[in-house]
DNA sequence: CTCATTTAGTTAGTATACTAATTATTTGTG
DNA sequence: CACAAATAATTAGTATACTAACTAAATGAG
């Protein structure tokens, strides 16, 4: 599709035209870091009318799918799920909590500890989001198995990123 | 918790642990959306380390990448190919010219339009970036075929996405 | 027990990114 | 030609995300 007949004939090589994709290391197209990042803030784009409906972005929604897992975790616990860091979570909880879909306490048994848990309100919405990934789906019209092999990829790549 | 078993064989599931994973559509590590943005997010961080002696973020490096394809662009051609928003280049494409790398004009022949063209300084820092790209790899440790699928599958994703 | 160290969150500062609204030009139509 | 519609950037406003610096609380070695 984005193919280029690969030219082994030399002769044939000086007629080209110039175009920096053949063997250019550093053509755009070839970035694995370019489709990462596009495919990214594309995808999630598909999400915003999705969960407009429901108030939330799509951190926050993440954010919700760690909680209606387990609740309550700490800002910790959270940021270890998702790969954030406390100081990003810090101002995203804030707003949820104004949202109210979850409390932000003390732990008791250890001050510095912020214990995060969902409220009736925040458990509530787990039926609303259930229709997420499906509406998503949808919208993506892709194989099953083609998204999962995806997903698996971006998983073994964000292991290898991580031990790096 | 936020559990409710799916009763299709109630004696089975009766032993099951809580476990989101198995069947929970919900699952955070089942979406195709938070395995994209943790790994964009993580592969990125890898970035700043190498960028930062060429006094880069990853963004910047990749309007560097458009930029080396073709010079002058306008901000719109940018945007189309990195799909990002005019208003998001806008002030990124302002610290690039703070920075020395390029400047912008307006087009005499349509004054509406604004050239994007690389400097000197611009040009000449290519030679820089050219060590990036094997300098990621080798932070990554990962097999070239394997990240060249992870990439292929990316843009099918990047593709089907900006169709819907 | 005491104080340096570690740990958990928050705050400050910078840079993306998006939508919506605005400004300046250019184009197309009557 | 006049002017509404379309186009290209910018600005305003909100929400992520990161590092570094800070505060408060818990831990641990002597």
Redesign the interface.
């Known amino acids: 599709m984005?193919e280029k007949p690969q030219p082994q004939d030399p002769v044939a090589l000086d007629l080209r035209l110039p175009d920096?994709q053949p063997q250019d290391?550093?053509?755009?197209?070839?970035?694995?870091?370019?489709?990462?990042?596009?495919?990214?803030?594309?995808?999630?784009?598909?999400?915003r009318p999705v969960l407009e409906p429901l108030g939330l972005t799509?951190?926050q929604y993440?954010v919700m799918?760690?909680l209606?897992?387990?609740?309550p975790r700490t800002v910790r616990d959270i940021g270890q799920?998702?790969?954030l860091e406390p100081a990003t979570l810090s101002p995203l909880l804030r707003r949820l909590e104004s949202a109210g879909l979850l409390t932000r306490k003390r732990n008791p048994d250890d001050e510095r500890a912020l214990n995060v848990e969902?409220t009736a309100a925040g458990?509530a919405l787990?039926q609303q989001?259930?229709q997420?990934?499906?509406q998503?789906f949808d919208?993506?019209?892709?194989n099953v198995a083609?998204?999962e092999?995806?997903?698996d990829?971006?998983?073994?790549?964000?292991t290898?990123?991580?031990?790096?």
């Open positions: 984005s920096p290391p550093l053509a755009l197209d070839r970035q694995v870091c370019f489709a990462l990042a596009a495919a990214s803030r594309s995808v999630i784009g598909l999400y799509h951190p993440l799918l760690a209606w897992e387990r609740s799920a998702l790969r969902l458990r787990r989001a259930e997420v990934p499906g998503i919208r993506l019209g892709m083609e998204l092999r995806i997903r990829g971006l998983t073994m790549l964000l290898a990123s991580q031990r790096a």
